[in-house]
């Protein structure tokens, strides 16, 4: 089967046998992936994401049973399911044990092959209504978005929620907040990408490369009192701007590591002042992503898919990731 690894920070195809599938795995015949910011960060070896030795990366793909485990209760042959990334968090609050493993990262070998065979707790089934490529880019995007909108959030309906970007994770928290009954102000570099983003029911926007002070602009759509939440996937000093953005006692849901940055300084004094709540947001447990799975099948909600690639191209769609041109997901069909 063709399968890529990483080494050296570069991305090399090459050809591997079908793996052997052990009592407590099942293999699935992949159909389709989508790629994550952190695929970058891995494959270009950035800070910690490096892996220390030749890793399959890629954590999300979609795909079907094709042989089951003797061990294995969970499906049968030719179930539809996607990968999950960090499958230990089945349940309950978030602990270090539980994101021990976090496939397709610098410790655990990922999904971007044409097999691959994992415990059965690294999958979970998908809706009849999402197609492989729909249902390849939820196991990171959309479970973030919707661990920082719904799960981690005390919004009311009708309360207003700030969505920085237009990328894989914006674009989900701008259609969960949508079902939600939330208000929806979006930001981007494109104006071209806020037209899109207000067809897709964002209720304002604002193009930060246009307005430096984006943020002024913030003020003037509410009336000079701030949103009540912002999912910020910038991370770093941009944390300060997202807290200029809030309201008294809003919440700030850092999601972003853009540039790999994980430190940045940050305004201390208006959190006090503000009594303001920074939420950090770890993609979310399997429990979390079966309650996301129900509501998106309730609301047959459509993943946004900006371009596929064929599985031959991965490097040219990493390339086509890095230069940001896309307006939410971007995938790969096998
Ligand atoms: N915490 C977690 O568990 C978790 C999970 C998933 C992702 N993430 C992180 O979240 C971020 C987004 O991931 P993704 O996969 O959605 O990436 P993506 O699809 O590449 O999207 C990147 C987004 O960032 C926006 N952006 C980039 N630089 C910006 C800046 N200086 N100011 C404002 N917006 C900027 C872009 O907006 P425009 O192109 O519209 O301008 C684009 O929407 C990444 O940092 C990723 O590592 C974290």
Redesign the pocket.
């Known amino acids: 089967m063709k399968i890529y690894r990483v080494q050296n920070s570069k991305l090399v195809p090459t050809e591997e046998n079908i793996p052997n599938v052990r009592e407590n795995e099942i293999l699935v015949k992949i159909k389709a992936l989508s790629l994550?910011?952190?695929d970058l960060?891995v494959t270009e070896g950035i800070a910690h994401w490096k892996p220390n030795e030749a890793r399959v990366p890629v954590s999300d793909a979609a795909g079907e049973i094709v042989e089951i485990g003797k061990s294995t209760s969970r499906f049968k042959v030719g179930d539809r399911v996607t990968s999950l990334i960090v499958p230990n968090w089945e349940h309950g609050k978030l602990s270090p044990e539980k994101i021990n493993i976090a496939i397709g990262g610098p410790s655990s070998d990922g999904v971007l092959a044409e097999y691959v065979s994992l415990p059965e707790n690294h999958f979970c089934k998908i809706p009849d209504y999402l197609s492989y490529q729909e249902a390849a880019t939820l196991p990171?995007?959309a479970l973030?978005a919707w661990n920082a909108v719904i799960e981690q959030s005390n919004l009311k309906l009708g309360d207003t929620i700030l969505i920085?970007?237009?990328?894989?994770?914006?674009l989900f928290a701008l259609q969960f907040a949508k079902l939600a009954g939330y208000k929806a102000i979006i930001?981007?570099?494109?104006d071209e990408?806020l037209i899109k983003a207000k067809a897709l029911g964002a209720h304002h926007t604002i193009n930060?490369k246009i307005h430096k002070n984006w943020i002024q602009e913030v003020m003037n759509l509410t009336a000079g009192q701030g949103v009540d939440q912002v999912v910020d996937?910038?991370?770093g000093n941009?944390i300060s701007e997202s807290l200029k953005c809030i309201k008294s006692e809003g919440i700030v849901s850092m999601?972003?590591?853009?540039d790999g940055k994980t430190v940045g300084s940050i305004d201390t004094g208006t959190i006090m002042y503000k009594a303001a709540k920074i939420q950090g947001?770890?993609?979310g447990s399997t429990e979390m992503y079966k309650r996301m799975l129900n509501a998106m099948d309730l609301h047959k909600v459509k993943p946004v898919i900006n371009k596929v690639f064929p599985f031959a191209q991965v490097p040219e769609a990493l390339s086509y990731?890095k230069n940001?041109s896309?307006f939410g997901k971007l995938c790969i069909e096998v």
């Open positions: 994550n910011y952190r960060l990171v995007a973030t920085i970007g237009t990328g894989g994770v914006s930001t981007s570099s494109s990408k930060y996937v910038v991370g941009h999601v972003g590591v853009i947001i770890e993609t990731l940001g896309h």
